[in-house]
């Protein structure tokens, strides 16, 4: 709901698709790149919905989705 919910208050700004990435959870990155990668974007925004910078859920988040990356050649 709440994917849905971004994806409505961005499209008043152009075209935006949302795809949700759990840290410690499913969907995880490397599965969700996969969608990504079919959608074929010409940019992506990484947007971590944590109430404040850690290292331990922000920057792993960031550092999960760059590794996903590297392993899929998709940057």
Do not use: N
Not at 44 to 51: C, E, G, K, Q, V
């Amino acid at each position: 709901a709440q994917a849905a919910a971004l994806e409505k208050a961005l499209s008043r700004h152009g075209e935006y698709k949302v795809f949700p990435v759990m840290r410690y959870w499913h969907p995880r990155a490397d599965d969700v790149l996969k969608q990504v990668m079919s959608y074929d974007p010409k940019r992506m925004l990484l947007l971590p919905l944590y109430p404040q910078f850690s290292t331990t859920t922000t920057a792993s988040s960031f550092r999960e989705w760059k590794e996903a990356c590297e392993h899929a050649s998709f940057q």
